[in-house]
Structures are given as C-alpha cells and as structure tokens.
C-alpha cells in the first residue's frame, strides 16, 4: 500500500524528473566530462585531465573576468537591495498611483534583458547618446562610455541596477506590508525615532526577504550575460568581461569547449559553496534569535 | 484618535492600520517631499523607455546631427518600416510567440504537477529530489549550452522549434513557487477528498487546481516573460535566421545595423510590447507571485 502510494508520487514526477534528468543533470555531467578534455568540437577529443582547470591559475583573462564578476556582485547587489528598500519604504503607505509608481519601477525587469541592452547602449553611446549630451550641456565631463574601461564598467552596471532593483521593490514592499502595525506603534510609544525603528525593528523583520533577495540577486550577478554580451560584448580590452560571457567566448567562439565548460564548472560550484554557506549562516543566526 | 479606530470590527482593521500609519509620522509637508521623491524616480526610471519611443519615431538624419530633443519634432515612420521590411521582424516575433506559447502549456503542467507532489506527498527522496532541483537554479546557462547542444543535436532537433521549448521546461524557479504556494494547501482538504475515493490525480484535477488559480496566473505570466525573453540558449540552438526569436534576432540586428538607432529601437518596441501588456493586465497576480516566493 505504501509503496504504491510512492509509486504514484513518483509517477507524477515523472514528467519533471525526465526533463530535469535529460536535459539538465545529464548535460551537466557532459559539462564536466568536456571540461577534463582538450575538445574544439571538431574531430576527437582527448582527455586532459584537470589540464583546463590549472590553466585558468595563470590566465591574467580568467582572472579579470573573476574580479569583474565579485566585483560587480559586491557593488550591484548591496545597492540594489539599498535602492529597492528605500523606494519601498517610500510606496509603503497606500498612496495614491502606488499600484502606477510599483509598475513603472518593476517594468525594466520584465522585458529581455537584449533590449535593455539595447537601450542602454544607445543612452550612453559615446558619440550621440543622451547621457553625454546632458553632461556637455551641464559643463561636466563626457566619458566615452565605449572605449575608456572604467566607464563601460560603469554603464554596464548603471544599466544592471535599472533593469533588476524592481525585484527588491516588490518584494521589500510586500513584506513591509505585512509588518503588524502595533509593533511600529509600540515602538514609537517607546520613543523610538523613526530610524530607530526601522534600524531596531523593520529591518530585522526583513530580513527573510533580504536573504532571499541576497540570494536570488548573487545568482543572477554570476549569471548575467545578455546585457553585458550586448552592451559590450566583455570590451574594451576585457574591462567588462565576466566569468559566463568569458566561458561562451572561449567555448564557442574559440572553440575551446574543454576550457569553456571548465570555466562555466568553477561558476557552478562557487555559487552553489556561496549559496550553501549563507544558507548556513543564515539559520545560524535564526536560531540565535 | 487611531486608539479609539483600533477598536473597531475586524474587517476595518487593514483600512484602520493603513490611515493609522500614515497618520503617524509624516506631516503633510513630509508626505509631499516623499511624492516629490517618487515623481523624480519615477521619470528617471521610465526615462529610458521613453527615449526609445523617441527614439523610433525620429528620423535618422536627427540622431547623427543631435537635433532629437525630449519631444519628437516630426513623427517619422521610417524606424519601423526600415526594421519591419529589411528584417524579418514579424517573422521573428511569431517564432518567439508559437515557442513560448507552447513551452508556457508544458511548463505550467510539469511545475504544478512537481510542485504539488513535493508539497503534499511524502515518499522516500523527497528532500533529494526538490534539493537537486533547486540546486539548477545555480547553473550557469552557460555551462550547459555545450552539451544541450549536442544532445539536441542528437535529437534531430537542431534548427525547429522543439530545441527551443523542450530543454527549457525544466523549470526549477517555477517547480519552487508552485511547492511554495501547495505547502498553504490545508492537508485535511487534500485528506477528505481522498476519502471519498478520489485518486491521486483526481484529487490534483478537482480539489487543488480550482484552488491554484492564482498560481497558474503568476506561472503563465513568468514562464511566458522567460521564454519571451530569453536569449543564451536560442542563439546556439537556432542556426537559421528565419527561425530565430526575437531576442536573438534584435541582437544580430543590433551588431549588423550598428548606427541605425531608429530601426533598432523600433525592433526593440515591437519585442517589449507584449510582455508590457501581458504583465500590465496580470500586475496583480505577478506582483503577488513574486512576493509569495519571497517571504516564506
């Protein structure tokens, strides 16, 4: 009886378990196997061993893409989540046009991330865009958004910031909303300034949500590719080039598949260690509380 | 004043707890300096999608010289027509459309069909199963496009829709929202229908999808915006132009027409239109959706 009680369980996971099983698990298994060899994609490939994964020790690129990467995830997440909070506190109270202001700051975050691109490009091209034409009219100086590293870093992560801070918002929103109001009350009552409250009561209350958005946002950093593959393509001279869009420039345009996937690997199981440590962390100090 | 509302029935208790907190604290004058904030936000925030219209309906001459302002001096149809006639624009937008179409249906049925079974069935490996799921939610695209491509290949599927949909409905984020919204399913409901001899999948297909109404909404909208969206895995799998989703196609057209702003942007709005719509008309329930997945 119970055992076809399972049966039946995973009987009617079968679907998931087939499509996660072939089309992902098994191509990750594939992943490492063409990361321990020397394959171009063309003719037979042979077996390296951990060859690819010594030679990113010694390859200044890799280790760009890297800094970039950790870099972009240490300033883009915190002010994201800084930004989302703010303007949440701001839509907290039932306004009038709050439903108009949240989808106006959530809308760069449902369109593809190629056309944000797109349209960031075009804002901050070095020649006609708008940006430079606001500073030249303002006296300030024009950076040259696509040859000078710097600001191409900058602009990609200005464009970043603008696509996915409406994922904070949301959700910052929502769990403000549903803080009870008698605790602020008490609080206030106490004499707690308005700070205060929000240092000593609101943000411990988030804090749930902010570790899912930590979480959520530090994934996605390790995994943005459309905006910087369109903005910048990982120039000038590799001042924009992150770990994934490095992994597809190696595997598929220099086809070196074995280098490539090796490189996707190291992404794999630094968010994964990442992801598992904070989770840790986290319910450590759950259990302080 | 709020201390005598807060003793009032029940029901005015959200309406109460609202006007109670915006009384507190914020003066007439600090609640106008805190719309002032919202406003200039706002504008910055839409600034971009706004100069894409601009964009779009100036003439090209315009751009090059600088003489397109905040206002569009001419209204010029001479973006869309460029990016509708030189490129297959519409051709791409109908592949993107009968893909994710089709993809949304598949996925929608798998994660609510996991995502049940994980909330609510107890069978040995469960934990295993949801915690390998999850876990793909870490995988780089990148990383996989290698092999998917050479078992799609395998497949026969290379260059046909199918490459498209079928890898991607394996969908760890929405198998999550939907065991996350199942786990608020009260057991005994699922129980009762059980005894009066309703099978497993009966009781999925009477009692919990009425139930699950706005889950599916929050599944189709975000499966329809992935899929819509997405770009890594289309540009490997599609190898021929006339097949390619737009996207994929905005992007060849971005590196091939590099100055042409007019038709780009224009290319750009004729992708951003439906998902603006569809998710205008389900706010809502996305919203909502998001939010569950968020706060436990």
Do not use: C
Request: proline share 5%.
């Amino acid at each position: 009886m119970r055992v076809r009680r399972w049966a039946t369980s995973y009987a009617m996971l079968a679907p998931a378990l087939a499509l996660f099983g072939v089309f992902v698990l098994y191509p990750l298994v594939g992943a490492v196997r063409i990361s321990l060899t020397n394959s171009t994609g063309i003719g037979q490939a042979k077996f390296v061993g951990l060859a690819n994964y010594t030679a990113m020790a010694s390859d200044p690129t890799f280790w760009q893409a890297a800094g970039n990467t950790a870099l972009l995830a240490v300033v883009s997440v915190p002010v994201s989540l800084g930004l989302g909070l703010g303007i949440a506190l701001l839509l907290r109270d039932r306004i009038p046009g709050g439903g108009l202001f949240r989808a106006v700051f959530l809308a760069p975050y449902v369109i593809s991330g190629v056309v944000v691109a797109m349209a960031g490009r075009w804002i901050f091209d070095q020649n006609v865009g708008i940006v430079d034409r606001v500073l030249a009219g303002t006296g300030l100086p024009q950076p040259d958004w696509q040859s000078d590293g710097t600001a191409a870093a900058v602009s990609v992560v200005l464009v970043l910031l603008w696509a996915r801070t409406g994922l904070a918002v949301i959700l910052y929103l929502s769990a403000l909303q549903g803080i009870d109001g008698d605790v602020l009350e008490a609080a206030e009552l106490d004499g707690a300034s308005a700070w205060q409250r929000l240092k000593g009561v609101v943000w411990p209350l988030l804090r749930p949500t902010t570790f899912f958005l930590t979480v959520m946002l530090v994934i996605e950093t390790f995994q943005v590719f459309d905006i910087v593959w369109v903005m910048t393509k990982g120039g000038p001279a590799g001042s924009t080039e992150l770990l994934v869009t490095y992994a597809y420039n190696q595997g598929f345009a220099a086809r070196r598949e074995g280098y490539g996937s090796a490189i996707g690997v190291v992404v794999f199981v630094v968010v994964l260690a990442a992801t598992a440590v904070w989770w840790r962390v986290q319910r450590a100090s759950e259990d302080e509380l | 004043m709020s201390r005598v509302e807060g003793a009032t029935r029940p029901r005015d208790r959200l309406a109460v707890q609202h006007s109670r907190r915006s009384a507190r604290g914020s003066s007439r004058g600090t609640r106008r300096g805190r719309y002032v904030v919202l406003v200039v936000l706002s504008l910055l925030w839409l600034f971009p999608l706004y100069w894409m219209v601009v964009t779009a309906v100036s003439p090209r001459d315009d751009l090059a010289s600088g003489r397109i302002g905040l206002l569009p001096t001419t209204l010029h149809a001479g973006g869309f027509t460029r990016a509708l006639t030189q490129f297959p624009v519409l051709q791409w937008a109908q592949n993107s459309f009968a893909i994710a179409v089709v993809a949304v249906a598949l996925t929608v049925v798998v994660d609510v069909t996991a995502g049940y079974v994980l909330a609510k069935h107890r069978f040995p490996g469960r934990s295993v199963v949801f915690l390998l799921i999850v876990a793909t939610l870490m995988i780089p695209v990148q990383v996989l496009l290698v092999p998917q491509f050479d078992l799609v290949n395998s497949l026969g599927w290379i260059n046909s829709y199918w490459a498209v949909i079928v890898p991607r409905s394996a969908e760890a984020f929405g198998v999550f929202l939907a065991r996350q919204y199942f786990l608020s399913l009260p057991d005994e409901l699922l129980e009762a229908a059980q005894l009066d001899g309703a099978g497993q999948l009966r009781t999925l297909w009477s009692v919990v999808l009425p139930l699950s109404r706005p889950l599916i909404a929050v599944l189709l909208v975000m499966t329809f915006m992935y899929r819509w969206n997405e770009f890594a895995w289309p540009l490997v799998a599609l190898r021929d132009p006339a097949l390619y989703t737009l996207p994929v196609g905005l992007s060849f057209l971005q590196s091939q027409y590099t100055t042409d702003y007019p038709a780009l942007m224009a290319g750009a709005l004729v992708s951003v239109l439906p998902v603006l719509v569809l998710f205008g008309i389900a706010q809502r329930q996305f919203v909502a959706g998001i939010a569950r997945s968020g706060l436990k």
